[in-house]
């Protein structure tokens, strides 16, 4: 299990952008590839993207593509989530999770951070 913390999640305009960052402890981050998933009120969640161990690697949703890149700082123990010309249909709570797999499967991801809030006004 890796401890994995969110930040950067806000009020913000549509058109506006915000960075979330999903930060791990007391493990090597580099050994793990990081999913980034949202979950809408009422909803399911949702697969955002996610990046490869390396961050070589990066998937991103076809409805955030072109808006929204994930990028990594190993040395930091970081992942980002740059989210770019929001949109209030973005409006959800935003979790990273970390695994084994670089995949899109959210069954993959053994642990998962406590989320964090982005709301897009219209």
């Known amino acids: 299990q890796v401890r994995l913390i969110e930040s950067g999640g806000g009020l913000v305009q549509a058109g506006g952008s915000l960075r979330l960052s999903c930060a791990a402890s007391e493990v090597t981050f580099a050994n793990y590839a990081v999913g980034w998933f949202r979950q809408a009120p009422g909803k399911d969640h949702e697969f955002v993207g996610s990046i490869s161990r390396s961050g070589n690697t990066i998937t991103l949703a076809n409805s955030v593509k072109g808006r929204f890149t994930i990028s990594r700082e190993n040395a930091k123990n970081t992942v980002y989530l740059q989210m770019n010309s929001l949109q209030p249909e973005d409006t959800a709570l935003y979790y990273c999770?970390?695994?084994?797999?670089?995949?899109?499967?959210?069954?993959?991801?053994?642990?998962w951070g406590q989320g964090t809030q982005v709301t897009v006004s219209s």
């Open positions: 999770a970390a695994g084994g797999s670089y995949t899109s499967v959210i069954g993959s991801y053994e642990s």
